[in-house]
């Protein structure tokens, strides 16, 4: 069973799971309401347009997940920082078979990245969250 937890970082609640194998997630769509209250997924989808945050993910990917589907990476990461690449949580995880980012739907939903990924988007949201 999952542990849920929140804290507060800068007047922003921020929701925290633990799950049973020790790794822990914290909601990035949480921090993004720091940015954009009103749309904060458009913030999560801004940043994963970016080159330096498709070659992180990847990285972690392919350190953490052996089941990373390192082929369906490659277009990304060739794509990613042109004007018109998109990107979303979604499509990177059912692209890749991504582990360190989820969605969640529903009451407590929102983007959960593993706290490694998390505390890289934290740092490009603002480094007050560091």
């Not at 347009?49 to 990304?76: A, C, M, Q, Y």
Request: with cysteine; net charge negative; hydrophobic share 40%.
């Amino acid at each position: 069973m999952n542990k849920k937890e929140s804290i507060h970082v800068q007047g922003a609640e921020i929701t925290l799971l633990s799950k049973p194998d020790g790794n822990n997630y914290i909601c990035i769509t949480d921090i993004a309401r720091y940015k954009n209250p009103v749309e904060p997924k458009d913030v999560v989808k801004s940043w994963m347009r970016s080159r330096s945050t498709i070659e992180f993910l990847g990285l972690w990917e392919k350190i953490h997940n052996p089941d990373f589907k390192g082929v369906e990476f490659v277009p990304f990461l060739f794509e990613a920082g042109n004007n018109a690449f998109t990107m979303s949580p979604t499509k990177w995880i059912e692209s890749t078979n991504a582990i360190g980012i989820f969605t969640k739907v529903g009451v407590g939903g929102g983007t959960y990245a593993h706290e490694d990924i998390a505390f890289e988007f934290a740092s490009w949201i603002s480094s007050e969250f560091i």
